[in-house]
């Protein structure tokens, strides 16, 4: 069954180093869909997931161990006024 996750799609992680921090898929393998590389926010000094992601930020996780990180509503965002 797929995941739906592709590159660029932010993530919180269920499982891992850093249980519950948001991340950003930075690699989804095509042979095996449910592996999927995430780059923490924060760096957790492990690896580049094969050189896909930023040294120190990265980690292996399976789908199931993902959810979509939830996106504010327009009116909810922060601006940056000048």
């Known amino acids: ?5 592709k590159v660029g799609d932010r993530v919180i992680s269920l499982s891992g ?3 519950f921090a948001k991340a950003t ?3 989804v393998d095509e042979q095996f869909p449910n592996d999927i590389g995430v780059a923490y926010d924060e760096p957790i000094g492990v690896h580049n997931c094969g050189g896909h992601c930023e040294e120190g930020h990265e980690y292996w996780v399976q ?3 993902l959810i ?7 009116s909810e965002r922060e601006y940056i006024q000048f």
């Open 1 to 5: 069954m797929s995941h739906g996750y």
């Open 17 to 19: 180093p850093k249980m």
């Open 25 to 27: 898929v930075c690699y």
């Open 63 to 65: 789908a199931s161990d």
């Open 68 to 74: 979509p990180e939830p996106s504010k509503k327009a």
